[in-house]
């Protein structure tokens, strides 16, 4: 059994970027002396809105209510770094970022790529170079069953998620993150942060389930209506935690009552980790040493 682990995500944002080719002019943006019409959309900051009456002039979408301005989300340059959104940051043939977060990190997660070909990830201190380097990684179509058959003649399955631990400690370093692929190349999410370890281990028994929003219907003639739509995953686990531990996890769990977090229940499979939230959360102090934990941890929206 291992520890579950969980990534808190440091915040990225304008104020951390150094350097990209994703361009920020989605739409126009907000202007003070504009008379907006109805659904006419306009840039705040790094989030865009749409005008939910017309005349609306004056109203700063920033501050003003839903009666003036409806938030619709981040501009494309931030969407990845904006994890409960299900949009993605996205530019044909590829992009980078070139950021300093101003702290030490200790893992980053990137998912959700579409019609990607290579991502690279680099850490360079101001001092020192390059200090930590992923060299460019193939993330297209690969075989995931190994046979020779597959191999020869199988369905290729696009890479959509990639995760790096332990990360060296450099906190004033630059990252930079480029990923190159075809037309519709997009990042879904991308979260760096910090780590902590609660736990003796994971129970064996995880179950893993999703919860489908597809359309899944017949008609009174016995024909079937498909139509794929939305999904969420599940993530139920149980943890043995040493007592010593239990205040930490208390606090921890406690301050990150609405958070999104990067959970990974076992590093042997991709399935086992996810960006979300906990729904519920359960101690048992069941022995004078150890107590038995449940949490359940629902993922974010997928497309």
Not at 103 to 111: G, K
Request: net charge negative; proline share 5%.
């Amino acid at each position: 059994m291992k520890p579950l682990v969980i990534t808190d995500p440091l915040t990225i944002g304008p104020d951390q970027l150094l350097a990209t080719d994703v361009p920020d002019g989605d739409y126009p943006d907000w202007d003070s002396n504009t008379n907006y019409g109805l659904a006419e959309r306009v840039v705040r900051g790094i989030t865009i809105y749409e005008s939910a009456q017309s005349p609306n002039m004056g109203n700063d979408p920033a501050t003003s209510s839903e009666a003036w301005w409806l938030k619709v989300g981040p501009i494309n340059r931030w969407r990845a770094f904006e994890p409960n959104h299900t949009t993605a940051t996205a530019k044909p043939g590829g992009f980078f970022f070139e950021l300093r977060p101003g702290y030490a990190i200790s893992a980053i997660h990137v998912t959700d790529m579409v019609d990607c070909a290579t991502l690279r990830i680099t850490l360079t201190d101001p001092i020192a170079g390059v200090v930590w380097d992923t060299g460019v990684i193939a993330v297209g179509r690969v075989i995931t069953l190994a046979s020779w058959w597959q191999w020869c003649f199988g369905k290729r399955i696009a890479v959509t998620q990639k995760h790096w631990y332990g990360i060296p400690t450099w906190p004033q370093a630059v990252l930079r993150i480029e990923v190159t692929g075809g037309n519709n190349c997009a990042i879904g999410t991308v979260m760096v942060g910090q780590t902590v370890e609660f736990g003796l281990g994971v129970r064996s028994g995880l179950r893993l389930s999703i919860d489908d929003f597809s359309r899944k219907e017949r008609d009174q003639w016995g024909e079937v209506t498909l139509r794929e739509g939305a999904y969420i995953q599940r993530v139920p686990l149980q943890l043995t935690l040493a007592n010593s531990e239990l205040d930490a996890l208390h606090d921890f769990l406690s301050r990150n009552r609405a958070r999104i977090l990067f959970w990974q229940a076992s590093d042997r499979w991709n399935s086992t980790g996810l960006i979300g939230f906990y729904r519920s959360w359960e101690i048992q102090i069941s022995y004078a040493m150890y107590s038995d934990v449940s949490i359940e941890i629902e993922g974010m929206t997928q497309l």
